[in-house]
């Protein structure tokens, strides 16, 4: 029961209960019941999470069935598993790490569908705020190892959707976008720099300067000494009337 509305609870069915909305589970048999239920803490959160939330209070039914397995499903499945286990190393961390995933996919397969279906008018703005806000941290940690992952949780969403606003706003993937901006800042080292070879691959995040030299002199069609061989030549020729 939602408010005044019925639903039937069949196997594989998934419900999303709206934040302040009265609900309860009636059984003719009895039954066991896990489940799952979080809330936002605005005073903690970025605008991102807020408007997210919102969005979610505003949806006025979320029932999904599904036959097939589904990310929502397999995480829930895999926090139920990990829950039953015996106490390990990393215990804890395994079990919060699931759960982040679990809300956070819950949310992409109710709020954003939802938003997406509905032409939200927010949606094309949400996205370019996200991309502006993955693009300045990528050139701020360029010398870090910068897994889509890591930048994803930096930015409190999923990769998947990270990986979804690369190819949508820039059409190019997320990794192939990291990778021209190392060598893009490389070029300019190059260029105005007396680092090493070694260390400008430190600089921009390549692990070492071997697999530097090969990325680079594969994009830029020459290699880094070359290169700055090239630029160094050009702004040292002089001329004469002689």
């Known amino acids: 029961m939602d408010e005044q509305s019925s639903y039937i609870l069949q196997k594989n069915t998934i419900f999303l209960s709206r934040p302040g909305v009265l609900h309860q589970i009636k ?24 408007q997210i939330m919102e969005s979610a209070e505003k949806c006025e039914k979320v029932v999904l069935y599904n036959n097939s397995e589904t990310e929502t499903e397999l995480l829930w499945k895999s926090l139920l598993i990990q829950a039953t286990r015996h106490k390990q190393h990393f215990f804890e961390e395994m079990l919060t790490n699931i759960a982040g995933s679990l809300i956070i996919s819950i949310l992409q397969d109710f709020v954003s569908d939802l938003n997406r279906n509905n ?53 190019v993937s997320y990794s192939k976008y990291v990778q021209d901006e190392r060598i893009k800042k490389a070029s300019m080292l190059l260029k105005r720099s007396d680092l090493s070879l070694k260390e400008i691959a430190e600089e921009t995040g390549f692990m070492n300067v071997q697999y530097f030299t090969r990325v680079f002199t594969t994009m830029m069609q020459t290699s880094p000494g070359r290169f700055r061989t090239m630029f160094i030549d050009i702004h040292t020729t002089t001329y004469s009337d002689k």
């Open 27 to 50: 059984s003719e048999h009895g039954l066991s019941l896990l489940y799952v239920a979080f809330e936002l803490i605005d005073s903690e959160s970025n605008e991102s999470w807020v």
């Open 119 to 171: 032409n939200h008018k927010h949606d094309p703005e949400q996205h370019s705020f996200l991309l502006t806000q993955a693009r300045l941290y990528i050139h701020d940690n360029l010398s870090n190892c910068l897994k889509l992952t890591e930048v994803a949780r930096h930015l409190h969403i999923s990769g998947r959707h990270l990986s979804r606003i690369f190819m949508t706003e820039l059409g």
